[in-house]
């Protein structure tokens, strides 16, 4: 544009104030590049790892219990290749504020999770000792954890009959480690026996809380999932069998709807940041109002002088948007690192660039509308007379 000189001057007439302006602009697209990264990461699609995996859970609750027999009529459903189940433990370890991510799951539960591997003497081990428990790699590094360790954990809900209270004593024989980035979440688990579960179970035996189910064909998921579904239909335990990106998003849904959480921050963020633009953008153009009288007089048309105005408008918030994206592509990755995998970021998608720019340019275009219209309608001797 042969006029960005010009534009350029009168965006930094008022250095301080612009900076101020900017300062506040980055600060607004670093916070919503950080929440859109994480909302995003959450939503996402399920992995090629993931592909034709269901989880059934009760129709009620997740927290409601199905019975454990409901498995053997679960894989004779035509187009189930394998089915696992796994019971919710909610263990703490020395401190209630460590609180472990462990499941009691049937033996045959971590051959549905190639993304997770596990050495084979590792396996063959865990395979024959009734205490034993395998943990993530993140996890183990997090406590120190190594092979042959005896580690106490505090049930948040299940008494042991062993113990005669909720401490439960597991045998280290495994450590686990994700195939991919997609799955490093899964590094914070620890898992152990159903069986060695239920048998000291004081609360109740015989139940799970959900089933994995492998689908033979991926393409015929949601028909395997009706059918798994209408074997419990009308009992006091019916189910709701659906893919396992399903059952995640639910999942975090029940602890906080993060959808809603981002846009009622950005909601007001962005409305504070138009009144803050639009206040500096009214003042600059009054406080020049002799020099666009000037241009004018030297035969700058209406148009170009309300053009002028509105890209400068648009100019200050690419700045200030562009610099506060480009600084949360920086920090995400560190963010997911951070979180040993349960935050499931990685960098900042493009689609987040995308609706990023677009709001710079539609809050520039709002913000700087307004003071163009006025810069347009000047009149010449009026705003030389300074009337």
Known sequence: MKYLHLIWAALFRR????????????????????????????????????????????????????PES????????????????????????????????????????????PELVLPADQRAMWDRTRTGAIVGAALAKKYGWKIGDKIPLQSTIFPSKSSGGNTWTFDIVGIFHARNEQAAGREQMLMFHWKYFDENNAFGSGTVHWYVV????????????????????????????????????????????????????????????????????????????????????IGFSNRSVQAMVLCESVLLLLLGGLVGLALVSVIVPGIGAASGGMIPVHGVSASTW??????????????????????????????????
């Not at 035509?78 to 370890?93: E, R």
């Open 70 to 113: 409901l498995g053997a009529r679960i894989a004779a459903v035509p187009g189930v290749s394998a089915v696992a189940s796994a019971n919710w433990f909610g263990g703490v370890y020395q401190d209630p504020r460590n609180q472990v991510i462990s499941f009691a799951v049937s033996p045959d539960y971590v051959d549905l999770y």
């Open 15 to 66: 250095k301080t104030r612009t900076f101020l302006t900017l300062v506040s602009i980055v600060a607004a697209f670093l916070l919503f590049g950080l929440l859109n990264s994480v909302r995003m990461a959450f939503s996402a699609g399920d992995s090629v790892d993931g592909a034709g995996r269901l989880i059934v859970n009760s129709r009620m609750s997740m927290q409601q219990a199905l």
């Open 214 to 297: 492998k689908v033979a064909n991926p393409a015929h998921a949601d028909e395997v999932a009706k059918a798994i579904d209408a074997i419990s239909a009308n009992s006091d335990h019916e189910t709701k069998a659906q893919t396992e990106q399903a059952f995640q998003a639910s999942f975090i849904k029940q602890l906080v709807n993060i959808g809603l959480i981002v846009v009622s921050i950005m909601g007001a963020v962005f409305f504070t940041l138009l009144l803050l633009t639009g206040n500096t953008m009214m003042q600059a153009v009054r406080e020049r109002t002799s020099e666009l009288a000037v241009l004018k007089t």
């Open 354 to 387: 995308f609706l990023g720019i677009s709001l710079m340019l539609a809050i520039g275009v709002i913000v700087g509308w307004l003071p163009a219209w006025r810069a347009m309608r000047l009149n010449i001797v009026d705003a030389l007379s300074g009337r």
